[in-house]
């Protein structure tokens, strides 16, 4: 997986970075579902988690999008910058995605 969204657990949080793109209704979102990868670069599917991000959290940036075709749907643009995540926030396993 070329997934590039990174988290890297400290202590009790994630820290969060990268972005995601096609996110359709993300700026009405509370809360975001976001794979992250948190293996190492070459751990392919088994270095993949889910995390739940609060859209509102310090450094998530949710723009909109314009596309040619499209507005009705509201295609945004999340960005992620040192956003802290509590591991508490975890789906499942770390590093088990897709598992």
Same mark, same amino acid.
């Not at 657990?9 to 972005?19: A, C, Q």
């Given at each position: 997986?070329?997934?590039? @969204?990174? *988290? =890297? %657990?400290? $202590? /009790? ?19 975001? @579902?976001? *794979? =992250? %990868?948190? $293996? /190492? ?22 723009r909109k999008m314009k596309t040619q075709f499209d507005t009705c749907h509201s295609t ?24």
């Open positions: 997986s070329n997934l590039q @969204t990174i *988290a =890297v %657990r400290k $202590g /009790d949080h994630y820290i969060v970075n990268g972005s995601k793109k096609w996110i359709t209704g993300g700026h009405m979102a509370d809360y975001l @579902t976001v *794979a =992250v %990868r948190t $293996g /190492d670069e070459g751990s392919g599917m088994m270095g993949i988690s889910i995390l739940i991000i609060d859209s509102k959290s310090p450094g998530v940036k949710i945004t643009f999340v960005l992620l910058e040192d956003v802290k995540v509590p591991v508490e926030n975890l789906v499942g396993q770390e590093n088990q995605g897709f598992f």
